[in-house]
T-cell receptor, first 109, second 113 residues
Framework: AQRVTQPEKLLSVFKGAPVELKCNYS??????LFWYVQYSRQRLQLLLR??SRESIKGFTADLNKGETSFHLKKPFAQEEDSAMYYC???????????FGGGTRVLVKP | ETGVTQSPTHLIKTRGQQVTLRCSSQ?????VSWYQQALGQGPQFIFQ???????GRGNFPPRFSGLQFPNYSSELNVNALELDDSALYLC????????????FGQGTRLTVV
């Protein structure tokens, strides 16, 4: 079974500082990976997916198959980035998304 | 375009009872997935329905069952409720099965006492 690990439960950074959220996955095939975000009092929503290779709200994530990682990065954090972030891996056999435990990001002014 | 809606928003049930949670998918979406999110954890996949058929299942016992209707709305049924079933239940719809973007509802908070 796939497993997605987010080792940090909480990341606290100052506005303008870089932020990196770690995500490691266990999957022997070609993974499809996502970052979902949940802002306060809002529903869970897609932030970005690795196949699109795009930057969303200044965030980027690079798939590193050697390290089985998909870390999320932003060079200059903003207060509006404060939210809960979930890394997820899609498994075609079973049509399931496997989520990590989530990382809460708090950006202080 | 309407988003994913779930009902009810909160529910309290007694151990051993049965519960039905409902989800209306986003307009045009034919695939619905259900997730259980315990406090402080990420969502866990329960199952997916595509064109009214179960199309994938996570590690949940048979007392978790579902339905999808011709209009693609869906129900999650849980029989013989246990205290550990207390969680936020999330429904997500997508345009088609496969690794397409999932659009989530606000969830139903179930408390089993």
């Amino acid at each position: 079974a796939q497993r997605v690990t987010q080792p940090e439960k909480l990341l606290s950074v100052f506005k303008g500082a870089p932020v990196e959220l770690k995500c490691n996955y266990s999957y022997s095939g070609s993974p499809e990976l996502f970052w979902y975000v949940q802002y306060s009092r809002q529903r869970l929503q897609l932030l970005l997916r690795h196949i699109s290779r795009e930057s969303i709200k200044g965030f980027t994530a690079d798939l590193n198959k050697g390290e089985t990682s998909f870390h999320l990065k932003k060079p200059f954090a903003q207060e509006e980035d404060s939210a809960m972030y979930y890394c997820a891996s899609y498994e075609a056999a079973g049509n399931k998304l496997t989520f990590g435990g989530g990382t809460r990001v708090l950006v202080k002014p | 375009e309407t988003g994913v809606t779930q009902s009810p928003t909160h529910l309290i049930k007694t151990r051993g009872q049965q519960v039905t949670l409902r989800c209306s998918s986003q307009s045009g979406h034919n695939t619905v997935s259900w997730y259980q999110q315990a406090l402080g954890q990420g969502p866990q996949f329960i199952f997916q329905y595509y064109r009214e058929e179960e199309n994938g299942r996570g590690n949940f016992p048979p007392r978790f069952s579902g339905l999808q209707f011709p209009n693609y709305s869906s129900e999650l049924n849980v029989n013989a409720l246990e205290l550990d079933d207390s969680a936020l239940y999330l429904c997500a719809s997508s345009l088609k099965t496969g690794s397409t973007e999932a659009f989530f509802g606000q969830g139903t908070r179930l408390t089993v006492v």
